[in-house]
């Protein structure tokens, strides 16, 4: 099975708050990520997170990690039209990262 | 300071032809991942490579593929006698070097295989 798995869809209204969720089964993981592509473009790094932490904020993003139950997500305050993307997960304790498949968010007015 | 660069953006192949896919590194990084998306799933890890080294290809299939990334120019992917089973997003990371677990390195905007 995957080491990194995600819904694949989540719809969302604008102003609401988002929150996608993830799970990794790898406990060595060192650092978790969340990335954000846009369509016909690269993965953009949003923010990430080190394994002995639980929780991180920047601005509209809040990162929460579980690291018992393995369970990370992603919170998108006050969500905007210019969010709506592939959110992925990643996971690593060295320089291969995994991947999940990826959650599609759409933005609705 | 330009980002990590790939081309083509697109690239389409008929079955049995090579194809080859460049990428450079941000300035001053020596350190080069490949990555391969599938349609609908994440990004796999493909090979690791160093200036005129290999360190890493354990994600590269056996067959057909080749990377290399020599002393001066970019990155190479070579795929040859491509299959449909190649078609996906190829995606090229870098850093400066080999840091102490945080891998959140910046990636291309992809080259896109369609393999017809």
């Known amino acids: 099975g995957e080491d990194v798995e995600q819904s694949l869809f989540l719809s969302v209204r604008e102003g609401d708050s988002s929150v996608i969720n993830c799970t990794y089964t790898d406990s060595s993981s060192t650092y978790l990520y969340w990335y954000k592509q846009e369509p016909g473009a690269g993965l953009q790094l949003l923010t990430y997170i080190f394994s002995n932490m639980d929780m991180k904020q920047d601005q509209r993003l809040t990162v929460l990690l579980n690291k018992k139950d393995k369970h990370l997500s992603l919170r998108i305050a006050d969500t905007q039209t210019g969010d709506s993307a592939i959110y992925f997960c990643?996971?690593?304790?060295?320089?291969?990262?995994?991947f999940g498949a990826g959650t599609t968010v759409t933005v609705r007015a | 300071n330009a980002g990590v660069m790939q081309n083509p953006r697109h690239l389409v192949r008929r079955r049995g032809q090579e194809a080859r896919l460049r990428c450079s590194p941000m300035?001053?990084?020596?350190?080069v991942y490949w990555y391969r998306q599938l349609p609908e799933e994440g990004l796999k890890f493909m090979v690791y490579?160093?200036?005129?080294?290999?360190?890493?290809e354990s994600g590269m299939p056996k067959e057909r593929f080749s990377a290399e990334f020599p002393k001066e120019g970019p990155s190479i992917l070579r795929i040859q006698q491509v299959v449909r089973g190649d078609s996906a997003a190829y995606f090229c990371a870098s850093s400066l070097d080999q840091g102490e677990g945080y891998y959140g390195y910046t990636f291309g905007s992809g080259t896109r295989l369609t393999v017809v």
């Open positions: 490579l160093q200036k005129e080294n290999i360190i890493d």
């Open positions: 300035k001053g990084h020596s350190h």
């Open positions: 990643a996971e690593s304790n060295d320089y291969k990262l995994s």
